[in-house]
């Protein structure tokens, strides 16, 4: 069934395709879950959506409230659209590194955006977020980093798709910012097979955004039980541009960067399994397509020029 | 005989400004033991009183988090390579979160 009753309807529901170029052995396959097919484009439409519905649910917000998050891009975007169809205001709190599409698209759907500086990245959006809460205290913060609308919209949705799709499923990577869709799916998926892999892929930035001035100002999102991973991995900007370019070269998939940081982690597990002889089937999620870092230059030019051009930047 | 160890911005007050210094070590823990001889105060940076790595420091060997490792007695071997790094993606708690007003 591929017709909806309206757009907010259309979201999850997304392909699972494989990588057959890029699977190192017909018994060690990946395949990539396309979360761009969603309504804005990014995996974070489920979870906007979800938070939405739950904050509607428990009478915190109503028809012509504000809504408040900090977010470095695709969960503005999609709390924009959700905000639009279901009647609300939406403030962003987003760093003012982020890419030029992103601010645009922002404003676009008719949202609001208030700047924190480049330096402290996400964290200062955090704290900016917070701040103005404090002052706008009529004003709806559904705080995705420890809203747990945020992981059951993987939990119910995203974890059943998968494991649908892909019966025989051994090992899910997905990237790790606000934890949710790792928390949500990782969950889902534990709890029908105890021997799946749950695979985290942090991007690590360049240091502009780890410009804190000291280790008690980090931060781990609320959301986050380390308990549901097996393994985490920090992928660099080099590697991700790398296998950003891969997956469009081999596989013809034009994704964005995070999605390249979690390819990279996805096939160092896929060439393991492969080296010790095992059968896998490995599931990635595919966060975003390219479209919206164009703009950043990296997608053409030799790698050390895209990393250049992708410093400072939150790609992911 | 020498583990790279890439050091973030915020704590190179320890290694006179250096991005990365040699290190050697079979475990982390050795590791940071080794590097506090010569950058004396690093490691009670990255570890607690009670003996864990610090909530807010991540410490990953070839680019994979150490918690998941065995974390302070995660192995190391030569040539391998050792980063710290901050966790971000937060900030000064002010409120508590999810759903406030009214």
């Not at chain 2, 940076?45 to 807010?56: Q, V, Y």
Request: glycine fraction near 12%; include cysteine; proline fraction near 5%.
């Amino acid at each position: 069934m591929a017709r909806f009753d309206n757009l907010l309807e259309a979201s999850g529901g997304t392909p699972l395709v494989g990588l057959p170029r890029l699977s190192p052995s017909p018994q060690v396959r990946l395949w990539a879950k396309l979360e761009d097919r969603n309504p804005t484009g990014s995996v974070k439409d489920r979870a906007a959506l979800f938070m939405v519905r739950a904050a509607e649910e428990s009478g915190a917000l109503r028809t012509g409230d504000t809504i408040l998050e900090p977010t470095s891009g695709n969960t503005g975007i999609a709390l924009a659209m959700v905000a639009k169809v279901r009647g609300y205001r939406l403030v962003c709190v987003m760093p003012e590194n982020v890419s030029g599409e992103r601010i645009q698209l922002l404003r676009m759907y008719g949202a609001e955006i208030i700047f924190s500086p480049a330096q402290g990245g996400s964290n200062a959006a955090v704290a900016m977020a917070r701040q103005i809460a404090v002052e706008h205290p009529d004003w709806v913060l559904l705080y995705q980093y420890g809203n747990e609308a945020n992981a059951r919209a993987h939990y119910e949705t995203t974890g059943p798709e998968l494991l649908r799709d892909l019966p025989t499923l051994t090992h899910f990577v997905a990237g790790l910012g606000t934890t949710g869709t790792l928390m949500g799916t990782g969950r889902y998926l534990r709890e029908k097979n105890p021997q799946v892999q749950i695979i985290a892929a942090e991007p690590r930035y360049g240091e502009l955004v780890y410009g804190l001035r000291n280790i008690d100002e980090g931060y781990v999102p609320e959301l986050y039980d380390a308990s549901v991973l097996n393994r985490r991995f920090s992928v660099g900007t080099r590697d991700a541009v790398l296998r950003t370019r891969q997956l469009v070269e081999v596989e013809g998939l034009f994704a964005g960067f995070s999605t390249g940081a979690v390819a990279h982690a996805a096939l160092a597990v896929a060439h393991e399994a492969h080296k010790a002889g095992q059968r896998a089937d490995v599931a990635f999620l595919a966060a975003d397509g390219g479209w919206k870092y164009l703009s950043t230059g990296a997608y053409g030019g030799t790698l050390a020029e895209a990393e250049t051009a992708l410093e400072g930047q939150l790609w992911a | 005989m020498a583990i790279d160890v890439r050091i973030p911005t915020i704590l190179r007050q320890y290694t006179g400004g250096a991005k990365s210094v040699p290190g050697t070590g079979d475990t982390i823990a050795d590791l940071l033991a080794d590097l506090d001889t010569r950058h004396p105060g690093l490691r009670g940076r990255l570890i607690t009183e009670s003996g864990d790595l610090h909530r807010f420091v991540n410490v990953y060997v070839n680019d994979e988090d150490v918690r998941f490792l065995g974390a302070l007695d995660a192995k190391l071997n030569d040539g391998d390579s050792v980063t710290i790094l901050p966790a971000v993606a937060g900030g000064a708690p002010a409120v508590t979160p999810g759903g406030t007003g009214r």
